[in-house]
Nanobody, 115 residues
Framework: QVQLVESGGGLVQAGGSLRLSCAASGSIVRIPAMGWYRQAPGKQRELVATITSRGSTNYADSVKGRFTISRDNAKNTVYLQMNSLKPEDTAVYYC?????????WGQGTQVTVSS
């Protein structure tokens, strides 16, 4: 069993920055991929960014150039640095981790960007 705990969400003005963190704990040998998704009210959950254990990254077009995903493999922690935030970035942000063939999800952290 793997637990994911997110932190770092909050309220910020447009143009501001936030940094999200997600720490994985439990029965972990290796986490091939970790990532962030988000879900805005009335919308489907969507990919924000992913990162492999080797550091390969993938971003949604809407966040390229503004968000940066990184991870600390020794700490089983993934980060999301969000800059130049826009009101349309407002959502609940979820961390996920692929361990073996199972996808685990965190409980989500709210990010609200005011105009």
């Amino acid at each position: 069993q793997v637990q994911l705990v997110e932190s770092g969400g909050g309220l910020v003005q447009a143009g501001g920055s936030l940094r999200l963190s997600c720490a994985a704990s439990g029965s972990i040998v290796r986490i091939p991929a970790m990532g962030w998704y988000r879900q805005a009210p009335g919308k489907q959950r969507e990919l924000v960014a992913t990162i492999t254990s080797r550091g390969s990254t993938n971003y949604a077009d809407s966040v390229k150039g503004r968000f940066t995903i990184s991870r600390d493999n020794a700490k089983n922690t993934v980060y999301l640095q969000m800059n130049s935030l826009k009101p349309e970035d407002t959502a609940v942000y979820y961390c996920n981790a692929l361990v073996g063939s199972i996808m685990y999800w965190g409980q989500g952290t709210q990010v609200t960007v005011s105009s």
